[in-house]
């Protein structure tokens, strides 16, 4: 497998510099992946392509996936609104081409107001899938249009909520260019799942394994509460079988990334330094 990060490096290519990546290279990833936001991608030019793109090639690095950043729901019932979102995802694409990017990552979003991965009702109507599979289905095309693979980042608490769900939903849209992104983490709903996760992280595999392209290593904390809480943690710091997780992905993707995302950059050093560790000792070769 391969091992990179989202991190260190700013979501606008325009503002990343040789320093911000040299922190990368002296952990000895081989990609720094970032979001870019959907107000900055229409500014970009060929000269800033171009620019970033030295960058990479002096340092040796690769972008993994690049991120397309916006607010809107891709199953809003307003058509309008999907519209808008649509004409961003399709620059994003664009860009990512540019940029040489090995995917291009996208989010559902969600019909509650208050934030893209946050729950609500309206988003699990049937109708809402339907609309979801449509706006995919465009993406798609422009996808396979640029020749560009689009992965989709799943969460338990959104309309892709399930290991099922994900399949249903790439088998529908029935394009090569769509896949999800292997975010295992993102897919324990219980307690029980979460202390027998072998046999969760087989499940998640066995499903959507197929159907992945790129990966996010991270682990589980139980967190304390009344209610359940199920956080993220840095590699090898949780309850997870993140052992189980890496060799998964090495028969899936020998050659497939995964990527140390959603930790602050004092914690990545050490994150990437676990990785390693239970990698080697899961008999799994990161080159």
Known sequence: MRLGLVGFAPGDPRAITAEQL??????????VCYHGPGDV????????????????????????????GYSECLFDPDKDTRAHVLRTIHRGIEVGVALRAGCVLIRTGSLNPTGSYNPSPENHKTE??????????????KAEKEGMTIVVETHVLTIMGSP?????????????????VMDYVNHFQSL?????????????????GPISTVGHVKDIKMSPGLVLHIDEEVPGAGVLDVATALQRWEQHHPEGYMLVEHLPEEKIPNAVHNVRKIAQDAGVKIH
């Open 22 to 31: 040299d922190r990368a290279c002296a952990l000895d990833v081989t990609s």
């Open 128 to 141: 809402r899938l339907e609309t979801l599979v449509d706006t995919l289905r465009r993406v798609a095309d």
């Open 41 to 68: 991608l229409f500014d970009l030019t060929k000269a800033d392509y171009e620019r970033v793109n030295n960058l990479y090639d002096e340092k040796g690095l690769e972008l993994a996936q690049f991120g397309v």
């Open 192 to 208: 029980e799942q979460v202390y027998n996760s072998t046999d969760r992280l087989n499940h998640i595999f066995d499903i959507m």
């Open 164 to 180: 099922e769900i994900n399949q249903q939903v790439i088998e529908a849209v029935g394009s090569v260019r769509m896949r999800v």
